[in-house]
């Protein structure tokens, strides 16, 4: 069905549009995905998923407690409409809820801040199952609960004085590392047929002006 429906409202858009849904859908992944906790300036979180759809990853997963989340459209240069995201935003501690989430579905919580037990970039092995990359707040950094959930903790390789990069900034040169190593692999790193034929259908919808009315007249011929 959402094979068939796809080739449909394919119709009703250039060819080339046509062409770059089917060439980034086999470039997509859930085998990595990021969560930013409590990023509260729009500017640092917009570039970090502007990223992730640059690099190809799927999901994001937003938390807030204490920072309501938002994007600057300049920044994020559309990049929503490509990327599933996941809020956590109802209860009193957004943060578990998160986690208890993404341990459920076998994803290994890596934290990204600095620790006596860090792995370095350089180091870290991808192949020992899907990651949660985490990155936390501007100012204090990934909360408690973060720190004591977390599988493992991964540092980016630094010679300055400067003891940390911009949150967009490190989630820039952490997804480019590890989305090439992961290319590299011989992981199962792409997404299933039926996920890849769910979300061709839902940016072909994001592409369309009225799609509703055109799955309707979809709908109406399939059912003569």
Not at 30 to 55: G, K, M, W
Request: aromatic residues 8%.
């Amino acid at each position: 069905m959402s094979s068939s429906l796809f080739e449909f409202l394919a119709g009703f858009v250039t060819d080339r549009r046509k062409k770059i849904i089917c060439d980034n859908i086999k470039e997509r992944t859930r085998y990595i995905t990021v969560v930013l906790e409590d990023i509260f300036q729009p500017q640092n979180a917009s570039a970090v998923l502007r990223t992730c759809d640059c690099f190809g990853i799927q999901d994001v997963h937003i938390i807030e407690n204490q920072n309501k989340y938002n994007i600057n459209p300049d920044v994020v240069l559309g990049a929503t409409q490509w990327l599933t995201i996941k809020n956590y935003n109802k209860n009193e501690n957004n943060t578990l809820e998160a986690l208890n989430n993404l341990k459920k579905n076998n994803y290994r919580i890596i934290a990204t801040t600095l620790s006596e037990n860090n792995v370095s970039l350089n180091d870290f092995q991808l192949n020992k199952g899907k990651i949660a990359l985490f990155f936390g707040t501007e100012l204090t950094g990934l909360s408690s609960e973060v720190i004591n959930n977390a599988d493992e903790f991964l540092k980016i390789p630094m010679y300055g004085f400067t003891e940390s990069f911009n949150i967009s900034v490190s989630a820039g040169i952490i997804l480019h590392d590890l989305s090439l190593k992961l290319r590299q692999s011989e992981i199962n790193w792409q997404l299933s047929e039926t996920e890849q034929d769910e979300l061709k259908l839902n940016w072909i919808k994001n592409t369309l002006k009225t799609p509703e009315l055109l799955i309707k007249e979809f709908e109406k011929n399939i059912n003569k």
